[in-house]
């Protein structure tokens, strides 16, 4: 059953592409293609609406047109595209053999940049497509010797560079599997994601730089090595620190600067469609952070489609996405090379010096796809900077932003300060399927506030409780058709049980994601936020376990609440609660206290926007933290809509949080009013 929700008013277009260069892209071309192969219904090389109809109607055909059109190299013929459209257990292209890293390094380029690493202090580093190849073989070979071989795992502890790029290419060269952690996070965090993995080669930088500081992570380094016993190496990378690294004399500690100058022949070890490429981790809200395992397969064929066809990168584009290493983005970074794009890599804060940063380097750079969060946007905004008047960027077609909901008015001033001639691409996904499940293509127009279109190849629909479809209205995101990026599996799940309670437990069947959405009858995409307890700062997400696992140790409290609060103006808020031992008081050093106490034990990323005292907290019965109702009570909805009062140890308590959010809410309505 179909529900449609009453007609609303919806925002005039700010873009629309035009005719002449959108039958010029990728996508254009590959929409001939399918029209020539298949029997379709798509008269038009420009009607997005109709080849994504197709593609979600036969999810066979379009991702094996994907895997023809952009010849992926199998070493055995496939024996059917699609086994099942179920879920979980669909198996892709059973039967065929691949490399991810060989189908990114096999191409005709040679002289032109594949990277351009930017650090915060102005240095940079260009490597070509040559010397990616012969670094990638160099360190590859160095891996095979100590013992590295299909099924191993090759964990980096590494910030935003070129040394990312290598270690994840070198590792999957030889079917290893790689993982890695920013470096902002502690030690303890690093070690409860890579222990899970049992590796045997770390490879980790002696620091990195952010917002005009150098970090030593040296010390981090020492007790990620000693917490990790079945380690064998570590690959130490010289990068941002002046001293030595203390284990000179280890013989299972080498220097990167002495493995990628060797000469080695480049080798790639073909493996199954669903072989594991690399582990991704969840933010860990309960308990352990959970790996998501990807194929190499699946993976191709996802980000294939993503860059190659929505974000229509190609040979000679140049695409400069800020993030970090411990977000999906960098993977989407690293397999933009998939299509003989330059990738530019810039390793720092983009607000360091100021907030014109990343519109310098694109000036320079002549980045053609510059991708970015909603935060970046408006703090730009608040900046009152012009990019469009103080840099060059005649060669940007289009700005990315992700990580979290763009506002209407991050479309305005995109158009307004950037160009008008600027497509604006907000897509949204996840660490789960590393791709878009919505997101824009050459031949979607833009309105403020809304993504384009659904993916190809993403049966992305809004469902109410029931499991209904919504059109028009605001319901669960859910996906009804598999996708072949979906996790193989979960690190240390051997019954299947995690994933499919992660996914599978509100729809049997069918992926529940956890975002509220609208779906216009357009077919365009609203986000409304989450709709579970995951905290989404900044697109990086976080998990509210290490959170609690820092500030509950501290004596003067005794329980504490975090949630991450999605608001209609774009903004996010991250408060903090807590509980005070009797005798204790939230002065200044107590705040200090927690909030060093986070940053130690888990990242800066994590340290609360707030901390509120509150008199006690809510749980359900069985003693659990409610973070997604309060969350939702925060946000304005009606205390009876989002739980049962009579499921709670301590009703009374919610009254807190229904006061507090009216008055967060009618302030923030006053502020508006005053701008105005």
Known sequence: MVHTAPESVRPELIWKPDPDLARLSTLASFTDYVREQYRTNIDDTLDYTALWQWSTDRIDEFWEAVWTFFGIDSATPYDSVLTAETMPGAQWFPGATVNYAEHLLSNDLHGQDALVCIREDGRRDTVSWDQLRRRVAALAATLRAVGVGRGDRVVGYLPPGQHAVIGLLAATSLGAIWSQCAQDFAAG??????????????????????????????PEVHQVRAGLPTLTHTIV???????AFSDTDDPGVLFWNGIVTAEAPLQFEKVPFDHPLWVLFSSGTTGLPKGIVHGHGGILLALLSLTGLHMDLREGDTLLWYTSTNWMMWNVV??????????????????????????RIADEQKVTFLGTSPGHLQACADAGITPAEQFDLSALRIVGSTGSPLPPSGYHWVRDHVGAHIQLSSPTGGTDVVTAFACSAPTTPVRPGEISARGLGMALQAWDSSGNEIVGGVGELVITKPIPSMPVFFWNDATGDRYRDAYFSTFPGVWRHGDW??????????????????????????????????????????????????????????????????GSELNAELRESINAGIRSQASPRHVPDEIIEVRSLPHTRTGKKIEVPIKRILQGADREAVLSVDALDDPASVDQFVTLGGARRAERTAARLLER
């Open 334 to 359: 690293v397999s933009s090379l998939l299509t003989g794009a330059t990738a530019v890599i810039y390793d720092g804060s983009p607000n360091y010096p100021d907030t014109t940063t990343l519109w």
């Open 237 to 243: 990378v010289d990068h941002h620190t002046d001293g």
């Open 517 to 582: 959405v609208t779906v216009t009858d357009e077919g365009s995409v609203v986000m409304h936020g989450r709709s579970d307890s995951t905290l989404n700062r900044h697109g990086v997400r976080l998990g509210s376990a290490e959170i609690y696992q820092a500030v509950e140790k501290l004596r003067q409290i005794e329980d504490s609440l975090i949630v991450g609060v999605d608001e209609p103006d774009g903004g996010y808020w991250m408060p903090l609660f807590v509980v005070l031992a009797p």
């Open 189 to 218: 965090a690093v070690i409860d994601r890579f222990g899970q993995l049992e590796p045997t080669v770390l490879i980790a930088a002696d620091g990195y730089s952010y917002n005009g500081r150098r970090y030593d992570r040296r």
